[in-house]
Structures are given as C-alpha cells and as structure tokens.
C-alpha cells in the first residue's frame, strides 16, 4: 500500500477531505448494505474503485462502467466496515458499514444417497458432462443492464429456504452405507407445485438452458449485465436456450422436482463476477431476496 493511500485513510478517519479532491466528486454507493448484497456505486467513469477492509487491507477491485455506475457484490461472510476508494484518486472514498447476516445451521436426513454422489459410471459421466456446460455458461458474460431495474419474483410461492444457511445432507444409499456432504445454501428457493411458470426477475441473455443436468435437473442460467447471473435448478420445462434475451416477465419455463432435491421447488441463485480475477472460481453467489428490495438505478 502506497504512503499516499495511508495518509488517505487517516484523513477520512479525521473527516477531513482528501487533498486535491473536489468536494462534490465522491463515490457514493446506493443498494444493500449486507453481507450478500449488492452496491451500485457511482464514481468517475472509466475508473477503478478498490474494495477495502476499514484496515486498507484491498480484497478487491471492481471497473467503473461509461456511465459512471459501478456493481459491486458483497460476500456471505465479507467484512462489516468497507471503505471504497477511486483508484485514481479522482473521487473521495466511501465508507460503509455492513449490515451482519445471521445464518442458522441445518441437518436435512432422509436423502437418496445415490443423488448425493455421483456413484455408478453412468451417473458420474453424467455428472461430468453436466460439469462442463455449468462451467461455460459462466465464462460466458454478455453486456446489459437489466439489474438496474431491480428485481421481480421469478415465482409466487412461499420461501421454503433461504440464502446463507449451512446445511448438512445425511442419508443412506441403497447398499445401506451412511453418506453425508455439508454445503452452504446459495439460493433461495420458492416451494411451488411441479409445473409452476417460472418468469425472468430482470431482462438478460440465456447463457445456458438445458432440461438434465445431473445434480441441478432442467437449469437455466440468465446472465442480467453488470457481472450479475441468475440460475435457476430443478425445472421440468425449458423454454429458453442459450443466446436468447428476455424481458422482465417473459416466461422461462416451469418449476419441478428434477435433479438433487427434496421435495417439487424452484432454487434460484445470483452470481456475482468478481472482476479482480480472470479465474471464475473468484465468483461468488449473492442472496437473490436482498435483490428484490433493491431500488432501480441509473
Ligand atoms: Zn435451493
């Protein structure tokens, strides 16, 4: 970290502007302060903000699109105090204090352990053919901004589990042996009967639409612009397929039971690109219920 940047830190911490900054240039951030949301910032176009801890330790740092709008998404676990400053440092930084989330621990007994794992050559051959389609469908990133309208119920129906929560799977397989796998909820899921309309939340480009994935069942990825996917498992009819934009509204298929699952639900998922690297498994999902109280932008 530069000297410069330090004596920043410690002006703000003062309350006092930053040298050679103009008052009315700072980055000011709009959207949900939580851990698992989501900011639209503005800042000077073209620009770079950095996404720091309130130590200046940098996890991040996030383009300024033409238009001065900068998306940036907050983990499940990120650090409560953020301070974002321009890189360039034409823009006074931004301090935020996040809202904490506070996610229980769920065990979920009964499970098919034949669905947990992959086991048999065909369902592991499935798995991995179902693997690779997941994986380029988010490398694959279109413009848009259908985020900045804010999002819709992709469903009606109640909330059966929401974002955040670890859960532990524990079943037996058909051989009689316990199986068990942890794994941390990333979606919210709509408990809706098997056929249910499924509806895009925000415009987007279909970046994948496939009725059998192995462990997801018929999965549709929609990619909204600004680095932000939503994915959506266990349908029993796509209607879409990749490369086909859609509005707010326009139908993309009907829920199911198809897949990994416990019972008939829609799991709907966001994904945030992290720009800082090229590698997608710097990605991370956001919570999609934060989203829907998100006021539009821009
Ligand atoms: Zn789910």
Same mark, same amino acid.
């Not at 990619?223 to 326009?250: R, T």
């Not at 590698?279 to 006021?295: G, H, K, S």
């Given at each position: 970290? =530069?000297? !410069?940047?330090?004596? &920043?830190?410690? %002006? #703000?911490?003062?309350?006092?502007?930053?040298?050679?900054? +103009?008052?009315? $240039?700072?980055?000011?951030?709009?959207?949900?302060?939580?851990?698992?949301?989501?900011?639209?910032?503005?800042?000077?176009?073209?620009?770079?903000?950095?996404?720091?801890?309130?130590?200046?330790?940098?996890?991040?740092?996030?383009?300024?699109?033409?238009?001065?709008?900068?998306?940036?998404? =907050?983990? !499940?676990?990120?650090? &409560?105090?953020? %301070? #974002?400053?321009?890189?360039?440092?034409?823009?006074?930084? +931004?301090?935020? $204090?996040?809202?904490?989330?506070?996610?229980?621990?769920?065990?979920?007994?009964?499970?098919?352990?034949?669905?947990?794992?992959?086991?048999?050559?065909?369902?592991?051959?499935?798995?991995?053919?179902?693997?690779?389609?997941?994986?380029?469908?988010?490398?694959?990133?279109?413009?848009?901004?259908?985020? !900045?309208?804010?999002?819709?119920?992709?469903?009606?129906?109640?909330?059966?589990?929401?974002?955040?929560? +670890?859960?532990?799977?524990?079943?037996?397989?058909?051989?009689?042996?316990?199986?068990?796998?942890?794994?941390?909820?990333?979606?919210?899921?709509?408990?809706?009967?098997?056929?249910?309309?499924?509806?895009?939340?925000?415009?987007?480009?279909?970046?994948?639409?496939?009725?059998?994935?192995?462990?997801?069942?018929?999965?549709?990825?929609?990619?909204?612009?600004?680095?932000?996917?939503?994915?959506?498992?266990?349908?029993?009819?796509?209607?879409?397929?990749?490369?086909?934009?859609?509005?707010?509204?326009?139908?993309?298929?009907?829920?199911?039971?198809?897949?990994?699952?416990?019972?008939?639900?829609?799991?709907?998922?966001?994904?945030?690109?992290?720009?800082?690297?090229?590698?997608?498994?710097?990605?991370?999902?956001?919570?999609?219920?934060?989203?829907?109280?998100?006021?539009?932008?821009?």
């Amino acid at each position: 970290m =530069l000297l !410069r940047d330090w004596l &920043l830190i410690g %002006l #703000i911490w003062f309350g006092l502007p930053a040298p050679g900054v +103009a008052e009315d $240039t700072a980055i000011s951030c709009s959207g949900q302060a939580v851990q698992g949301g989501l900011l639209f910032c503005t800042a000077p176009p073209g620009g770079t903000l950095v996404v720091s801890g309130s130590k200046g330790e940098a996890m991040r740092e996030v383009p300024v699109a033409e238009d001065g709008l900068a998306t940036i998404g =907050l983990r !499940r676990t990120e650090a &409560l105090d953020l %301070l #974002i400053t321009d890189k360039d440092g034409w823009a006074a930084p +931004a301090t935020l $204090t996040l809202s904490a989330r506070e996610d229980p621990f769920r065990t979920i007994t009964g499970l098919d352990c034949d669905k947990v794992d992959a086991r048999t050559e065909e369902q592991k051959a499935h798995a991995g053919r179902s693997w690779v389609k997941k994986q380029n469908a988010f490398k694959t990133f279109h413009e848009g901004a259908g985020a !900045r309208n804010g999002f819709i119920r992709p469903s009606v129906g109640p909330s059966s589990s929401p974002f955040g929560p +670890a859960r532990k799977y524990v079943g037996v397989g058909k051989d009689g042996e316990p199986c068990e796998s942890t794994s941390v909820h990333r979606g919210y899921d709509i408990a809706i009967p098997v056929g249910t309309e499924i509806i895009a939340p925000a415009a987007g480009t279909v970046t994948l639409g496939d009725p059998d994935l192995y462990y997801e069942g018929g999965t549709v990825f929609l990619d909204h612009g600004d680095g932000l996917k939503s994915v959506f498992l266990h349908m029993s009819e796509v209607d879409v397929a990749a490369g086909d934009m859609v509005d707010a509204g326009q139908r993309l298929g009907a829920s199911g039971n198809t897949g990994r699952t416990t019972g008939p639900h829609l799991h709907w998922a966001v994904k945030w690109r992290n720009p800082s690297s090229d590698d997608r498994e710097a990605d991370f999902y956001i919570d999609p219920a934060l989203l829907l109280d998100l006021d539009p932008v821009g």
